[in-house]
Structure formats: structure tokens, C-alpha cells
């Protein structure tokens, strides 16, 4: 589709460079604890991007893989005492892959059905899972959680390796986004959202090019609940498999613009540290689902198009003193 | 097998609780194209209420139904000026993201106000049972059951007869022609919320007398009802009823011999009419939903 530019690679270089001496500029650990946690969402919103951004189905449970992850790296690595902390991250990739294998049948099922019933079905997924871990207590500990290998690191800023590992991740994340964008895989997505039926009469093979984004997006998710598991140290089902994360990656993604290449990972990183705040705040959970809440509306109510494509479109409109988009389609920056 | 009749005896009372509950769902998703998940913390708070109308009003949880009702209603029109009237493009999707964020607002509330420990609205005849045909059926059940199927019995009579629900079914139908036929789609669109809102809440009320809930039950009935939705087909009244009872049969079959996965069988059954119909009982096949 389109050649990688010098200054689409140069705002790439600058953009992770910068992410990548954050922890080093600034070591207190809450601040690299918010770090950790806003690369995090970036990396979940742009997974999510991928199938919810380029193909527009809301597909509502990609927690349920990123819990998958979690489960997936505590249990392999449950008789092991003490590890190295590279273990754990070696095995990342054939959790990926695992997530990868795991979402084609899931997917086949899910993509019989679209629009607002595609919603629902893919939410019953993140459901499914939560049950499962909480009720096969055989496998999971059930409800009682499960402790996540430890490693053997020095106390003093312990969770800058975290952070790094999660830093590349988003950069994984970002090159698939990126590539899927310029191949011929993009535009076959971009034409399923514009119109499933028509793409199909052109002859785009549509079930299996959503089903490589599916599984991309699916493996993405599982690699970044393992980081995630690993750095917490221990998982509940319930903190593994929440709604609440799943909703608070789709807006990011809604912040941030959907559909597009930077979007996600702005929306992640602005959202996720003023997330965490509120937590840190109202230590009361209630108060903490209100504020949150109200956050949501806000955010839903007044930036419909999302930051990226405002200030593309603001852009455009300074350049060329006219010519605005129609409002509601979205731009393909 | 005497076990098996008692399951499906309880499932279809319970199954006709579910109807009443998704049946706002429904219709408020076949009036206005939103899809709220927000019904399942309406059918809590509606619980709470119940539960407070009897322990600090002393009134009978089935007597506090019809404010309950009127109160809800009201909220719920509130609601939907204030949150979903606002959203034109991309109305199906944004309205799951706002309906999510209500739904964690009234979590939030409910647990500041009541905690987020079980309740129970026990009234002094909750224990109490009928014997009909060798069954012992709670007469909560049996009461509840009786009042569900009165209130969706008479929002079918609604919808098919009087003046408003023919405005609501034709804002479904076609809303751009509704609009130009005298019909004002919004305000059309506030009411049919607003009955949406008071019969999840009446629903929630009897919900109560059946199981404890906290607010947190919120989310493990946004699964069931909107897997009741989608095996009925999407905004098809009759599908959800008839969903929601046969789910609520298969769940307390599988809850009489598997007791730790009940909670599977809704999504069992899902999973099968995915496979096999995926438009859903009466649905029909949405292929271009905006």
C-alpha cells in the first residue's frame, strides 16, 4: 500500500525512543509503575484496533485472551521455584502462539454474525472464560487465585525490566498494526468496514483476512496478560477477565481514533495513568466506579471522532483553509 | 425424572422472570437501535428498592411494584435524554460504551449506599411453598412468575394495539417514514425507554425475593440477558421470551446435576445457535446493520 516514509519511521524512532528513557529519567517506582500500566492499555487498545479499528466489528473479548495469558504463563511456570527473569518472557512467544491456535475455531464461530449481535457474542467469550477459571478449580485454583512465578531480581527498580518487556511488546504490537495497514491485508479490512457484502462481491476473501486479524489481535492480548501476570505476581479470575478492562480499552480506542495507526496507543497512554490515579485516589472502590464512570461519559460524549483524527482533520482544514471530511467518516490516517 | 419435571417446573417460572427482564432489552433495542446493558443494573437497583421499600417502609416487596414501577420509568427517561437522545452517528455502537459506563455508575452508587455484601428481600412468606401436582414450588416463584407473564402479556397488548405502541413499532420499522408520518421518533424513543427501565426494575424486584444479589450481580446478569437476546433474535420480543425460557430450563437442569456450571448453560446454547442459526429464533438475518 504504502512505503514506510523517513518521517513516519522517524516519529516511530522518537516516539519509543523517548517511551523506552522514561524509566531511566524519571526511576521513582510509581512513576514507573504508571508506565507499566499505560503501555499496557496502549498495547490492549492496539490489539483491539486491529479488528475493532480496521474491520469496525466492537469485539468486546479481547480480555478474554489477555486473561487466557495470564492463566497460561502462571501455570506453566507453577512447579518452578525460582526463575530467571528471562524465563517467563521466553515464553511469551508460545503463549502467543497458543492464543493465536486457541482464537481460529473461537473466531469461526464469532464471524457467523455482525454489527451489534457480534458485540454481544464476543462479550460471551470474555464470560466463558471468567467461568472457566473460576470453576475448574482443578487447573486454575478457581476463585482463590493462582501466585505467578517470581524471579530473582534486585529489589531496587524492579519493575524497570517489566516495563521494558511491556515497551516491547507495544512496539510488536505497533509494527503488526502498522504492516496490516500498508499490505494488502489493510485494505481488505478497510473495505470489509466500509461495506462486508460489496468487499465480498469484489472477490476479498473476507472470513479468512478477519480471521488473520482475529488471531493477531488474540495473540497480542494473551503475550501482554502474561507481562501482566508476571508483574502483578498473582491472578484472580476476576482481575483477569474483567469488564471493566475490556470497556476502558475500547474507549481508549474511541480517544484515541479508531482505525488509526497512533490512535490506540495515545488513548492507551493518556487514559491508563488518569485511571490509575482515580484509583490511587478514591482508595474506595465505589467512589472509584463513579469517578471512572463519569470519566467514560465524558470521554464518549465530547470527542466522537477521537484525537488522532481531530488533529489530522485540523491539520488538513489549516492547510487548505477548507475541504472538512463529512462528519462520521472516518479518516484513514 | 421426578427431578428433571421439578427443573423444568422451576426453570420455566424462573425463565418467565428473565422474559420479563429482556424483554425491555428488546424492545428498547428494536425502538431505538441502543444496546443496553445498563437493563441489568436497572433490575438490581430495582431490587434494592424492593428491599428497601420492605425493610424501611414495611411494605410488601409485591405492593412496592407498581412505585417502583413509576419511579423507574421516570428515571429511565431521564436516562435516555441525557445520555443516549445526544448520540447520532454510530448509535448501536456508542450506546454499548454509555450503557457500560451507567451500568459502572450504578454499581458504584449502589455499593456506596447499600455495601457490596449479599442481600435478600425476605418477606415473612419467602420461605413458604405450594404443593401443585407433588411439586414443591415457592410461592414467590409462583407470584412472580404470575406478575412477569401478566406485565410482558400486557406489553405484547401494547405494542399491537394501543396508539403509542403502534408509534413505537413503526419508529422500529422505519424510522425515517415514522418521522414524516407525524410520529416524533424521540419522544417515541424516551417512553419506549422509560417502559423498558420500569419492567427491568419490577423484574429485579422479584429477582430479589428469588435470589440474594449484590451490586455486583450486575454483571453476571448482563450475560444471561443478553444471551437471552441474541438466541431470540435481536429485537424480536417474542424471540426473547421464548429464549429466556428455555434458557432458564436448561440452566436449572444443568444446576440440578452440574451445580458449578450452571452458569455455562445459557452460553451452551448460545454457542449451539451460533452454529446453527445465527440470526436467532425469530430474528432475521442482519447482514447490514448500521
Request: aromatic fraction near 14%.
Amino acid at each position: 500500500m504504502t512505503r514506510p516514509t523517513a518521517w513516519g519511521a522517524g516519529r516511530a524512532v522518537v516516539i519509543f525512543g523517548v517511551l523506552a528513557l522514561l524509566p531511566f529519567a524519571f526511576p521513582a517506582a510509581w512513576l514507573v509503575d504508571l508506565g507499566f500500566f499505560g503501555l499496557m492499555y496502549a498495547g490492549l487498545a492496539v490489539a483491539w484496533n486491529l479488528i475493532g479499528g480496521y474491520t469496525g466489528y466492537i469485539w468486546l473479548g479481547l480480555i478474554g485472551f489477555f486473561g487466557f495469558g495470564a492463566y497460561a504463563l502462571t501455570i506453566t511456570f507453577q512447579h518452578t521455584s525460582v526463575v530467571s527473569f528471562w524465563a517467563p518472557v521466553g515464553a511469551l512467544i508460545p503463549i502467543g502462539i497458543a492464543a493465536a491456535i486457541v482464537a481460529v475455531p473461537i473466531g469461526l464461530v464469532l464471524m457467523r454474525v455482525r454489527g451489534a449481535t457480534f458485540a454481544v457474542v464476543s462479550l460471551s467469550v470474555l464470560f466463558i472464560a471468567e467461568i472457566c477459571a473460576s470453576n475448574w478449580t482443578a487447573i486454575t485454583n478457581g476463585a482463590a487465585g493462582m501466585p505467578a512465578p517470581a524471579p530473582s531480581i534486585a529489589a531496587a527498580n524492579f519493575n524497570r525490566p517489566f516495563y521494558l518487556v511491556m515497551l516491547a511488546l507495544v512496539a510488536l504490537a505497533m509494527l503488526i498494526s502498522w504492516y496490516m495497514r500498508r499490505s494488502r491485508i489493510g485494505l481488505m479490512l478497510f473495505a470489509i468496514r466500509g461495506d462486508e457484502e460489496r468487499a465480498r462481491g469484489l472477490g476479498v476473501p473476507t472470513l479468512p483476512v478477519k480471521l488473520i486479524a482475529f488471531a493477531a489481535s488474540c495473540a497480542l492480548a494473551a503475550m501482554i496478560g502474561a507481562v501482566w501476570a508476571y508483574y502483578i505476581g498473582f491472578i484472580y479470575p476476576i482481575f483477569s477477565f474483567s469488564p471493566n478492562t475490556t470497556f476502558a480499552v475500547v474507549m481508549m480506542v474511541y480517544l484515541g481514533g479508531r482505525g488509526t495507526l497512533w490512535g490506540p496507543l495515545a488513548g492507551g497512554l493518556l487514559v491508563a495513568p488518569v485511571q490509575e490515579y482515580l484509583a490511587y485516589t478514591f482508595g474506595n472502590a465505589q467512589f472509584y466506579l463513579i469517578g471512572y464512570a463519569a470519566l467514560f461519559l465524558i470521554v464518549i460524549r465530547f470527542l466522537p471522532l477521537g484525537i488522532v483524527p481531530s488533529i489530522h482533520q485540523a491539520w488538513l482544514r489549516r492547510r487548505s483553509g477548507e475541504a472538512t471530511p463529512a462528519p462520521g467518516t472516518l479518516p484513514a490516517t | 425424572m421426578h427431578l428433571v419435571l421439578y427443573g423444568v417446573v422451576l426453570g420455566v417460572l424462573i425463565g418467565g422472570v428473565f422474559a420479563l427482564m429482556s424483554s425491555g432489552l428488546a424492545l428498547v433495542w428494536g425502538v431505538m437501535r441502543i444496546l443496553n446493558l445498563a437493563q441489568a443494573a436497572f433490575v438490581i437497583l430495582g431490587a434494592y428498592l424492593a428491599y428497601t421499600a420492605n425493610v424501611t417502609f414495611h411494605i410488601d416487596p409485591f405492593a412496592a411494584i407498581l412505585p417502583i414501577a413509576v419511579l423507574m420509568f421516570g428515571l429511565g427517561v431521564g436516562v435516555f435524554y441525557l445520555f443516549y437522545r445526544p448520540l447520532r452517528a454510530e448509535r448501536s455502537t456508542l450506546s454499548i460504551l454509555v450503557s457500560y459506563a451507567i451500568l459502572l455508575g450504578c454499581v458504584g452508587i449502589l455499593g456506596s449506599i447499600y455495601s457490596t455484601n449479599d442481600t435478600f428481600i425476605s418477606p415473612s412468606y419467602v420461605l413458604d411453598s405450594w404443593k401443585v401436582l407433588g411439586f414443591e414450588v415457592p410461592i414467590v416463584e409462583v407470584v412472580g412468575f404470575a406478575i412477569s407473564a401478566a406485565l410482558v402479556g400486557g406489553l405484547f397488548w401494547f405494542l399491537s394495539a394501543s396508539r403509542l405502541g403502534r408509534a413505537i413499532r413503526a419508529a422500529t420499522q422505519n424510522p425515517a417514514a415514522a418521522t414524516l408520518l407525524g410520529v416524533r421518533t424521540d419522544l417515541v424513543g424516551s417512553l419506549g425507554f422509560g417502559i423498558g427501565t420500569a419492567t427491568a426494575a419490577v423484574a429485579g424486584a422479584i429477582y430479589g425475593m428469588i435470589y440474594s444479589f449484590n451490586p455486583n450481580s450486575t454483571l453476571d446478569l448482563v450475560g444471561i440477558l443478553l444471551c437471552i437476546v441474541v438466541v431470540g433474535g435481536f429485537g424480536s420480543l417474542s424471540g426473547a421470551i421464548v429464549a429466556a425460557v428455555a434458557l432458564g430450563i436448561s440452566s436449572s437442569l444443568v444446576f440440578v446435576y452440574q451445580p458449578v456450571w450452571s452458569g455455562l448453560g445459557f452460553y451452551g446454547i448460545l454457542a449451539v445457535m451460533l452454529l446453527f442459526r445465527p440470526q436467532g429464533l425469530w430474528g432475521v438475518a442482519q447482514w447490514r446493520v448500521e
